[in-house]
């Protein structure tokens, strides 16, 4: 006997792909509302508050830090006069933070850093909301799951300080976006999705990366609880298996050229 599915799956089967009632206007436009208030909806109230927040924060002249971080640490001279040579031998910061800060311009870097980096924040906000959503928890958990992350103070005081902490907790987002996907029923979403996320916290902070790795187990797992692999599902093991050679890949070459086992 088929087991029935899930919550999970048949909320974000009406939210993420057509359904077989579009012949009826009314489950349609049913399907395009639900589908509005994921993707518009969700992220729209932590985002209000996100924005709200710094804009009267700046108004009341309240001091938020925008300089220092990582900055230091690459040569954005270096960078710009051969940006290949300075990433592949600069080993005391990851390969990812050497070139987000490394492309910035050296004229106006601190605004457009802090622009770049609230826009991360923005982001993670964002993800966080549709993450839940994707569980099927309902709209307004997730405008308040999306809305928490944009109180917390953590996010307030280091969303526009050059530094590893906004681009982590981005990628962790997406490594959460990726799970949601996954249990959903998305494989192919999830994998692509958590395969770019595990590889972008491995390039950005790596001392978190390695615990990341139990998710592509997870992930592995997911994919494989079918009795019979269907091609989507096949498919999803190719972005898999790049994360993993671009991850190992970077591994060795530290260990190789500069004998050291961290990026940072």
């Known amino acids: 006997m088929a087991e029935p599915p899930n919550s999970a799956e048949v909320a974000s089967e009406s939210l993420m792909q057509p359904t077989d009632e579009a012949h009826s206007g009314k489950s349609t436009t049913s399907t395009r509302l639900k589908r509005i208030r994921l993707w518009a909806g969700a992220p729209a109230p932590g985002l209000a508050v996100l924005f709200a927040l710094f804009y009267f924060a700046a108004r009341a002249g309240v001091p938020l830090p925008t300089s220092g971080g990582d900055s230091s640490v690459v040569d954005l001279v270096a960078f710009h ?15 990812l933070m050497t070139i987000l800060i490394g492309s910035l311009p050296t004229d106006t870097f601190l605004p457009i850093a802090a622009a770049l980096y609230l826009g991360m924040t923005a982001i993670t906000v964002a993800l966080t909301a549709w993450s839940t959503a994707l569980l099927g928890v309902g709209w ?18 280091f969303a526009l300080l050059p530094t590893t902490l ?5 990628f962790l987002a997406l490594v959460a976006f990726a799970a949601a996907a996954l249990v959903s029923g998305h494989p192919l979403w999830g994998s692509w999705i ?17 615990p990341l790795a139990l998710v592509w187990l997870l992930a592995l797992a997911l994919l494989t609880r079918s009795p019979t692999l269907q091609r989507p599902r096949i498919a999803a093991f190719v972005p898999l298996g790049i994360g993993v050679l671009l991850v190992l890949g970077t591994q060795i070459h530290y260990v190789a050229n500069f004998g050291i086992w961290s990026t940072s």
């Open 81 to 95: 006069a051969d940006p290949l040579e300075t990433v592949w031998w600069i080993h005391i910061k990851p390969p």
């Open 140 to 157: 307004k958990w997730s405008a308040a799951a999306g809305a928490l992350y944009a109180t917390l103070p953590s996010t307030i005081l």
């Open 166 to 170: 906004v681009p982590t907790a981005l």
């Open 194 to 210: 958590g395969s770019v996320a595990v590889v972008g916290a491995f390039w950005t902070r790596p001392s978190i990366a390695w």
